[in-house]
């Protein structure tokens, strides 16, 4: 068993470290690709929105008001907010810090879940549904779409919590957690554009 | 200091015991072996193929004669669906992506890629689209609309049944799919390339993946989009594509197509990948304009995002869009025609050696050139008024398809069968089946040019005597005919040189790049060290021996991790073991996909047992904490 041509060994590669942070790390990049596919979504989606807001006169269609901003004005404060908390574990990921992340990560994760409070209330003050025209159907997809990402971030935040309260923590881990963070920054960034189509563009049109 | 000409030390049996897959069943549902895993994908693509081109001989059959009853119009419109569809989304981007998962690691000098579990999960899923499209139609459940199926025809008005949501979720299957292995070439190739390896000397095939890969991530998304919208229409009565409550058919295309054009290129890409490697090596001499032809794979990758709508001519668009597109369709010829340039020219500066590849490099250029130019007649708006929808554009896309994409593919296959198997295809047998395929497809499609200026329709199941395409479809029969016999006997050429084949040693060919270093067919651990670069053709600039770098472990396993520009090593990566996960995964993922076109509920439902699969997969194995309010207290 060797290789079939004649090798010459110029270096070694056993001094180097078993794992690395940041854009060092391979997984990082494959977060990345996972947010540029899913980013991709988000803009076509929103295309859609505009393309049929382009033809439609009237936006939102006559007899319907636009969705209320309660809610969403709460949900977005939140967000925003969540990026405070959510920074401070992606330090302490960087920190290898095993009791900031494991504390980190569970208040993260129960965090997003009374973010879903509001978002629940912001579906049934969207004031259409889905069903009523492809107005409606456009605010329930772009409201569905970032939805299934939030609540898909705050399960892996759960579980990540769990698993680092039970087990210990190495320098992949803390990878997997600052990798985590930065999914959610994606999270509270994509809705800016998606929440400001879904609720400016019937008051701006 | 080392010593630059010590030989490394053999590396010991552990080496190849830490990668090896477990035996039998339950070794071939947990390997994450990117070559086991790209050989099934072939062989999947290779059996669709077979059904897909029976379906064509089947249609060919029935158009051969004037006014044929053997086919109704219901058994037409099912065949050419399946026939599209499976060429399209289960044999074209499949089989790519599938040369990618094989290759990319071999050429990087690597064991295993980025997300070893992602490349299983990627086939496991394929698998499934497969099966979304392939066992309903044993069901007698066929789409029958297309290969894109346009509302408000495929609406719930016009369609009700499953035939619909079946072609729509088959195509999330195979899209996911492609997603996953798309990500995974991209960060394999960004960092996972031998030391030496900087941008500048990334192997053509390598910069076609990477480059189709990146297309995929910005195309793809739209299709799913699209499909999902779609069945939404279909099962909940979302508005998107209806008319009468503000909804727009028309953006069915555009989002079809903002897909369905870069798809197109991101199956060429890899092709004239294949055509630059093989046209390299049986030039015997470097690529010429490496340069040129990377910056031209970029140029097409960008322009293939801004050509959708020539797709759509016919719909009735703003004039102006129609001029814009019709420029940006013509420009893609200009990167398209520098490859060509650089390919010709390093067969005239070299010493070409006629075996099998390179005669499907030749008669792909050719192919191409002539599809290249239907596809600038058809570019022009209003040529392509009158062309669309007739024979022409079937003629177009099949030169296009098979002569761009196909054609260098079975280059590439008897290029790097000695490599996979261990055994040279035979050069007579091969020989022989080229001339059938390149002339049974010139013979069947270029008449289809003549009658679609003739005037024929596509999609139709007969015709009358009186419009005179009887005697030109007839040789387009034949001509079809003559191809598939040569598709059968390729296909026969590689099962019995399997196991009757010359012995190729590991590089008969002369090969530049590192793929040929290892043994033929590679060991489970494709390396036993590190290669190290100083070219773009390192078997052939290093004469005194290839420059490797030990210390990798071996008890487990282990990849190098590099820089991405300079490829600079910055660490060592644990690579997943083997683990039924990614299988279990993509069963709960077909059990929600499926579920979700009879209810929507099953997006919630469905996505519990996805969660699980996914925890168990994602699960770090490691010591219980001692820390913490849940550490362990007592044993």
């Not at chain 1, 180097?16 to 977060?31: C, D, I, K, Q, T």
């Not at chain 2, 390093?346 to 050696?353: A, D, Q, V």
């Not at chain 2, 079937?394 to 590439?412: D, K, N, R, T």
């Not at chain 2, 059990?591 to 009879?598: H, K, N, R």
Request: proline share 7%; charged share 10%; glycine share 8%.
């Amino acid at each position: 068993m060797s290789d079939a041509v004649p090798t010459r060994a110029i270096g070694d590669l056993a001094h180097l470290p078993e794992s690395a942070m940041g854009p060092r790390h391979l997984v990082w990049w494959g977060n990345i690709g996972f947010m540029a596919i899913e980013g991709t979504v988000f803009a076509l989606a929103m295309g859609c929105y505009l393309y049929l807001m382009s033809q439609t006169p009237g936006w939102p269609p006559a007899g319907i008001r636009p969705p209320d901003l309660f809610w969403p004005a709460i949900l977005t404060t939140g967000l925003l907010l969540s990026e405070i908390p959510n920074l401070w574990v992606r330090r302490k990921a960087v920190a290898k810090d095993e009791k900031g992340v494991r504390i980190g990560t569970l208040a993260m994760t129960i965090l997003g879940l009374l973010l879903l409070i509001p978002r629940g209330f912001a579906f049934a003050h969207l004031n259409v549904t889905w069903h009523d025209n492809a107005y409606g159907s456009l605010v329930w997809m772009l409201m569905i779409l970032h939805t299934s990402h939030l609540v898909t971030d705050i399960g892996d935040t759960a579980v990540q919590s769990l698993w680092l309260y039970t087990h210990e923590v190495g320098d992949d881990q803390f990878a997997d957690v600052e990798d985590n963070a930065n999914y959610w920054t994606f999270v509270v960034f994509s809705w800016l554009p998606v929440g400001a189509l879904i609720y400016l563009a019937p008051r701006l049109a | 200091m080392i010593d630059p000409n010590a030989r490394p030390p053999a590396p010991p049996e552990q080496l190849a015991v830490s990668w090896r897959d477990a035996p039998g069943i339950w070794g071939f549902l947990t390997t994450v072996d990117h070559k086991r895993i790209a050989a099934r994908y072939i062989f999947t693509v290779v059996a669709l193929m077979f059904l897909a081109g029976m379906l064509a001989l089947d249609m060919r059959l029935q158009l051969a004669a004037p006014d044929m009853e053997r086919m109704t119009p219901q058994l037409y419109n099912e065949s050419f669906s399946l026939h599209g569809s499976t060429m399209l989304f289960l044999v074209s981007v499949p089989v790519m992506e599938a040369m990618g998962i094989w290759l990319v690691p071999l050429m990087l000098g690597q064991r295993a890629l980025a997300f070893p579990r992602l490349a299983a999960f990627s086939y496991w899923l394929y698998l499934g689209g497969v099966m979304m499209l392939w066992v309903p139609h044993a069901l007698g459940v066929t789409p029958d609309l297309g290969w894109f199926e346009y509302p408000p025809l495929s609406g719930p008005a016009y369609s009700p049944g499953h035939r619909a949501d079946i072609w729509a979720q088959m195509i999330t299957f195979t899209e996911v799919a492609a997603l996953a292995a798309s990500v995974n070439v991209v960060a394999t190739v960004l960092k996972m390339r031998p030391p030496g390896m900087t941008l500048a000397r990334i192997p053509i095939f390598v910069w076609a993946m990477f480059i189709a890969s990146l297309m995929t991530i910005f195309a793809l998304p739209a299709v799913m989009l699209v499909t999902s919208m779609l069945i939404a229409d279909r099962m909940v009565s979302t508005q998107f594509f209806a008319a009468a409550a503000g909804g727009d058919p028309v953006l069915f295309q555009h989002l079809f197509w903002w897909f369905g054009h870069p798809e197109v290129y991101i199956i060429f890409v890899p092709a004239a990948g294949f055509v630059s490697a093989i046209v390299e090596v049986f030039s015997r001499r470097t690529l010429f304009g490496h340069v040129a032809v990377v910056l031209s794979m970029l140029a097409i990758a960008a322009l293939a995002f801004g050509l959708w709508v020539h797709h759509m001519f016919a719909v009735g668009l703003p004039r102006l869009g129609n001029d814009f597109y019709t420029a940006a369709s013509m420009a893609v010829a200009l990167p398209a025609g520098v490859q060509i340039f650089c390919w010709i020219g390093t067969l005239f500066t070299g010493r070409p050696r006629f075996d099998t590849p390179l005669l499907w490099v030749v008669a792909f250029i050719v192919t191409f050139v002539i599809g290249g130019l239907s596809g600038v007649m058809a570019a022009s708006a209003p040529l392509d008024q009158q062309l669309t929808d007739t024979y022409f554009i079937v003629a177009h896309f099949h030169y296009v398809l098979i002569g761009g994409a196909m054609f260098p593919l079975f280059g590439a296959f008897a290029y790097w069968y000695p490599k996979a198997t261990g055994r040279m295809m035979s050069e007579f047998w091969g020989k022989l089946s080229f001339w059938l395929i390149v002339g049974g497809f010139n013979l069947g499609f270029f008449p289809m040019h003549i009658l679609g200026l003739e005037g024929m329709p596509r999609r139709i199941y007969t015709y009358s005597e009186g419009m005179g395409w009887g005697p030109l479809n007839m040789v387009a029969t034949i001509g079809s005919a003559i191809a598939v016999a040569g598709g059968l006997l390729f296909v026969a050429n590689a099962f019995w040189s399997f196991y009757r084949g010359k012995l190729a040693g590991s590089d008969p060919w002369g090969g530049s790049t590192l793929e040929w270093a290892v043994p033929s067919p590679p060991p489970q651990h494709n390396f036993d060290h590190m290669p190290v670069v100083d070219s773009l053709t390192p078997l052939w600039t290093q004469k005194d021996g290839l420059a490797v770098m030990t210390g990798l472990a071996v008890d487990r396993r282990e990849v190098l991790v590099t820089s991405v520009v300079e490829a600079e090593p910055e660490y060592r990566q644990k690579s997943p073991k083997p683990s039924i996960a990614p299988f279990f995964a993509a069963i709960a993922v077909t059990i929600l996909f499926v579920g979700s076109i009879y209810t929507p509920w099953a997006l919630v439902w469905g996505s519990v047992p996805v969660g699980i699969a996914l925890t168990v997969w994602f699960w770090p194995q490691r010591e219980r904490a001692h820390t913490g309010p849940l550490r362990v207290r007592s044993r």
